[in-house]
């Protein structure tokens, strides 16, 4: 079902960092597999705890379903099955050392380290700043979705789950 990508609502997430030392800032990215859209909450660390906040902002704010979460083995990532009783939330964990079965989220923080190079401390960047890339990734089209934008097909498919 979720490598069908047919559904609105499965998501692969994960964690960008800053350059060692300098800074525990993160951002915490997450992708719908079906649309393509990026969602990224800056991050103060990159604990569990701090990754459950966002992810529970997350959940309070986003109007459409959220049937799974995909992530590494990250450390940060290790709490997420206690949204499994409260949002029903299926969490799986991906195979050591394989990127490639979360590949849209590698390729968006890709996209996202265009804006933000390596060097980047993002304790510094505003939500501002963050919700402008966001909308310029958002918007732009995309092969795999027949030329549409991210933004066209989630708003699309939000808007036929609510009719």
């Not at 604990?47 to 590494?72: R, S, Y």
């Not at 991906?94 to 933000?116: D, K, M, S, V, W």
């Not at 190079?117 to 092969?143: G, M, V, W, Y």
Request: a positive charge; proline letters at 4%; one cysteine or more.
């Amino acid at each position: 079902m979720i490598n069908q990508r047919n559904r609105i609502g499965d998501f692969e997430i994960d964690t960008v960092v800053g350059p060692r030392g300098h800074s525990k800032a993160a951002l915490l990215t997450l992708i719908d597999r079906k649309s393509r859209f990026l969602w990224a909450y800056r991050l103060k660390d990159r604990t569990a705890a701090t990754v459950n906040e966002a992810l529970a902002m997350f959940l309070t704010t986003f109007k459409g379903p959220v049937h799974t979460f995909t992530v590494d083995r990250g450390t940060e990532f290790s709490n997420l099955a206690s949204f499994e009783p409260q949002y029903g939330i299926q969490t799986y964990y991906c195979h050591a050392y394989t990127p490639a079965e979360r590949g849209i989220n590698e390729r968006f923080n890709r996209n996202l380290r265009y804006f933000y190079p390596k060097e980047t401390c993002f304790e510094h960047i505003s939500a501002q700043d963050l919700t402008t890339t966001l909308l310029e990734i958002n918007q732009r089209p995309l092969k795999v979705l027949n030329w549409q934008t991210p933004y066209q097909v989630m708003l699309t498919n939000l808007s036929k789950n609510s009719d």
